[in-house]
Nanobody, 128 residues
């Protein structure tokens, strides 16, 4: 059964960077799409980025493209989210999630309702 564990959250000053990591317990990432999502207090869950199964294509929320980068290390079975130029409005709990995808096609960024396995989340706070 797929399991995901996030790490790397914390407190960072505006303009700073953080790298979140999602450790995926699976024999291979080739059959899973992995996405990063976030939810701030009082707000709906927001999709940040996704990376497709074996083809490794990526998709981003338009407003975050250029500041956030999703990447995958197949040898370590991890999917990372590099976050640069952080702003106070990036403060949220960040989650990675996975879903089985047997078709080799680009992932579609969503709010996550189509993902069936979630990590426990990691808090990111951007504040001076």
């Amino acid at each position: 059964q797929l399991q995901l564990v996030e790490s790397g959250g914390g407190l960072v000053q505006p303009g700073g960077s953080l790298r979140l990591s999602c450790a995926v317990s699976a024999a291979t990432l080739d059959y899973y799409n992995i996405g990063w999502f976030r939810q701030a207090p009082g707000k709906e869950r927001e999709g940040i980025a996704c990376i497709s199964n074996s083809i490794g294509s990526t998709n981003y929320a338009g407003s975050l493209r250029g500041r956030f980068t999703i990447s995958r290390d197949n040898a370590k079975n991890t999917v990372d989210l590099q976050m640069n130029s952080l702003k106070p409005e990036d403060t949220a709990v960040y989650y990675c999630a996975g879903k089985t995808e047997l078709l080799f096609r680009n992932c579609v960024l969503s709010t996550g309702n189509d993902y069936d396995t979630w990590g426990q989340g990691t808090q990111v706070t951007v504040s001076s």
